[in-house]
T-cell receptor, first 110, second 111 residues
Framework: DADVTQTPRNRITKTGKRIMLECSQT?????MYWYRQDPGLGLRLIYY???????NKGEISDGYSVSRQAQAKFSLSLESAIPNQTALYFC?????????FGPGTRLTVL | GENVEQHPSTLSVQEGDSAVIKCTYS??????FPWYKQELGKGPQLIID?????GEKKDQRIAVTLNKTAKHFSLHITETQPEDSAVYFC??????????FGDGTTLTVKP
């Protein structure tokens, strides 16, 4: 079984809709991250959490929110989706300096 | 904040040849430099890393070199194989700090 899982793997939604992307991990790591990947660009940090109830903004948090419901779960929400949020989204955990990424969610906003 | 530049953006080599990808960073306090490989449809996976107290690290066909003075580090893949085809990302961070990623290099190994 994968250590970091993301659901859904693909999602198509319409402008203005609220959607949630979910991430679960079995690695037992306290630190979790949400990144966004656009074609030709690296991974940009949206939000991160060092523990349950701890939430920190990354470099591109506008238009997104997160919830850390338990050590193993970290969800990303788009309150009102817009087309320029079309991207590949990755969840990751971290222990020491090493990050472990999930398989990604491909989100398309029409 | 930290800025990481990665070159080239695309690289095509013949099977068996070597491939080199270079990154430069701006923050002299950065001390951890990992390289990730992203295969199609998958998340990035750590393949090798180096810390600022080491100049070179090797793991079978892959190696990473670090020049702290010039603030650049490189990934070297020797005897490339088709399964090495992927997107490669470099990153830089400080201890317990956030990672800053390069824009990625798409490596194609032609059989």
């Amino acid at each position: 079984d994968a250590d970091v899982t993301q659901t859904p793997r693909n999602r198509i939604t319409k402008t203005g809709k609220r959607i949630m992307l979910e991430c679960s991990q079995t690695k037992g790591h306290d630190r979790m991250y949400w990144y966004r990947q656009d074609p030709g660009l690296g991974l940009r940090l949206i939000y991160y959490s060092f523990d349950v109830k701890d939430i920190n903004k990354g470099e591109i948090s506008d238009g997104y929110s997160v919830s850390r419901q338990a050590q193993a779960k970290f969800s990303l929400s788009l309150e009102s989706a817009i087309p320029n949020q079309t991207a590949l989204y990755f969840c990751a955990t971290r222990k020491a300096d090493t990050q472990y990424f999930g398989p990604g969610t491909r989100l398309t906003v029409l | 904040g930290e800025n990481v530049e990665q070159h080239p953006s695309t690289l095509s080599v013949q099977e068996g040849d070597s491939a080199v990808i270079k990154c430069t960073y701006s923050d002299s306090a950065s001390n951890y430099f990992p390289w990730y490989k992203q295969e199609l449809g998958k998340g990035p996976q750590l393949i090798i890393d180096i810390r600022s107290n080491v100049g070179e690290k090797k793991d079978q066909r892959i190696a990473v070199t670090l020049n702290k003075t010039a603030k650049h580090f490189s990934l070297h893949i020797t005897e490339t194989q088709p399964e090495d085809s992927a997107v490669y990302f470099c990153a830089a961070s400080k201890f317990e700090g956030k990672s800053t990623f390069g824009d990625g290099t798409t490596l194609t190994v032609k059989p």
